[in-house]
């Protein structure tokens, strides 16, 4: 029996939980168990203080309906393992199982709710819809602990209306989750390095803007590098590439100028005439950026840039990087993905602060058989992290404060 967090005693009561479990299956194989993990502390910290854990999560993006392949049920199996103990699996999120999984519970147990997002009031943009929902998973908790930062930036109703409806506290994985990003933003010790990559191009350019004035360096990789090359008057292909940022991207090459940061681009990328499907890719060769092939696409930066990007990154005390260099998924274009990880490795060892922010990142550096103690920091938040760096408001850890 004890405290957890700052909520008084917690053995024997019913406490919400909710995690992000957001894992990447193949068929009802978890690739990447790796959020499961992070998540397991704060699930037992509270088992063992004798709560009765309920834990809530999502899986996917379904539309607010079942859908077999978003079950959470394959979680729930490794969950069990983890923590070494069985977790009971409700098949509904509010309804009867939910209920009757509930109540069935003793002290130090835990249960695990189908995915919150089969329910419609969980996204809802409506407050009154949201609210509704979260006041039926309120009614299944006697307190709440916020311990999903993959979310925390979601004004959702497992995330935020309920912390309105129960005595909530936060959750250990988010509280290391904002240490560790309060320190890159808080006097960051210099020279401060972040790597930007990955696909969602316009999500990402906006951190530009806050980093343009805290970073020395940004090295840009990824799908990104198009709209760059692109905004500097580049032909790119068929690359990836955002024509409403070209002048967004303008602008933050002038004011990197300006402002005596560099913001370094790859000189040679790994090109190829069609995306790869599976392993296999037609035509995989090496240019420099300024000379894509109108019929090619941009799929990882080049040998040249990778090792631009490893000595850019030789003296840094503090990294942080979110988004694969390259489609690491495909050999062919994953070896810029592993000069940039292999580079934060070298900077981890020499005592320097490395954090690896995002789903995919996360995964890339596992499935390209880093440990995760080579890095500072594996967050387990892609856009919670950069709305964080952003300076923006996360509705989740704003609701937790009020
Ligand atoms: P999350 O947002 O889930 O936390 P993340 O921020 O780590 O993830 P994403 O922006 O989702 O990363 O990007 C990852 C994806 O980007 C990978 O699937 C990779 O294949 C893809 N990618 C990387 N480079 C390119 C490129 N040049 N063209 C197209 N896709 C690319």
Redesign the pocket.
Known sequence: MGDYAGLGEVGGKRVLVRSDLNVPLDGSRITDDGRIRASVPTIKALADAGARVVVTAHLGRPKGAPEDRYSLAPVAARLGELLGADVAFATDTVGESAKATVDGLADGQVALLENVRFNVGETSKDAAERGAFADQLAALADAFVSDGF?VVHRKQASVYDVAERLPHAMGGLVSTEIDVLRRLTVDPERPYVVVL?????S??LGVIDNLLGKADKLLI???M??TFLAAQGHEVGK??LEDDQLDVCRAYLQRAEESGVQILLPGD?VVDTA?PSGDTTPDPRVVPADQIPADA????IGPASGADFAAALADARTVFW?????????PQ?SDG?RAVAQALTQVTAAGGLTVV????????VRALGFADEAFGHIST???AS?EYLEGKELPGITVLES
């Open positions: 993959g990559g990955g696909s969602k191009v999500d990402k990789g990824g799908g590098v198009f690359s990836l990328v995306f696409l941009g799929l990882d979110n988004g694969p260099m390259g489609v690491f998924e495909v274009f993905t922010g995002g789903g995919d990142s996360a995964s890339a938040g892609g856009g950069l």
